[in-house]
């Protein structure tokens, strides 16, 4: 025991064996660390696969919803285009004064031809007296009461008429 070369031995032994110990700690724990990261890199998996299933199928209801919201729009577009095809203000403005000429013509039947471009003047004349004032929103809150049957001249004469009596 007196021999350097024992010492050295007994000190490089030791030193050596104090390395094997922490060398195989090191494997046990890096093993277990390896379990564990294998385990949670599974279980990391499953959810990852849970998830991706909940996505898909709230993608096939967004993608269902969708193509219900597609059909809808093309109904509402035909709709609409069925709708543009009936007739405008101006038919309906031009029918409001063919009205109103056929009332005035009834009652001055006699010469048909002038009575008529009369009438039909004096309903422009009046349609378009309507258009502006109190008669405008008399005729949109109720159509049929914003047209009179006698014509503006003939409401003169009536007036005029009376004061002479």
Same mark, same amino acid.
């Given at each position: ?28 724990? #890096?093993?277990? &660390? ?5 385990? %949670?890199? @599974?279980? !990391? =998996?499953? *959810? ?32 609409? #285009?069925?709708? &543009? ?5 101006? %038919?309906? @403005?031009? !029918? =409001?004064? *063919? ?67």
């Amino acid at each position: 025991m007196q021999n350097p070369f024992v010492w050295g031995l007994l000190l490089g032994l030791l030193i050596a064996g104090f390395l094997w110990k922490s060398g195989f700690t090191a494997r046990r724990h #890096a093993t277990a &660390q390896m379990r564990r990261v294998q385990g %949670e890199l @599974r279980e !990391l =998996q499953g *959810h990852l696969n849970t998830q991706l299933k909940i996505n898909a199928s709230g993608n096939e209801v967004l993608h269902t919803e969708l193509e219900s919201l597609r059909r809808q729009n093309e109904n509402l577009r035909v709709n609409l #285009a069925a709708l &543009q095809q009936k007739p405008g203000r101006a %038919e309906q @403005r031009l !029918l =409001q004064i *063919h009205e109103t000429a056929i009332r005035a013509l009834r009652e001055q039947a006699p010469g048909f031809a002038a009575a008529w471009e009369k009438a039909f003047r004096q309903a422009e004349i009046e349609l378009a007296a309507t258009d502006s004032g109190l008669k405008k929103l008399i005729r949109r809150v109720i159509p049929g009461l914003g047209h009179s049957t006698a014509s503006p001249t003939q409401s003169s004469i009536v007036v005029t008429g009376e004061q002479d009596q």
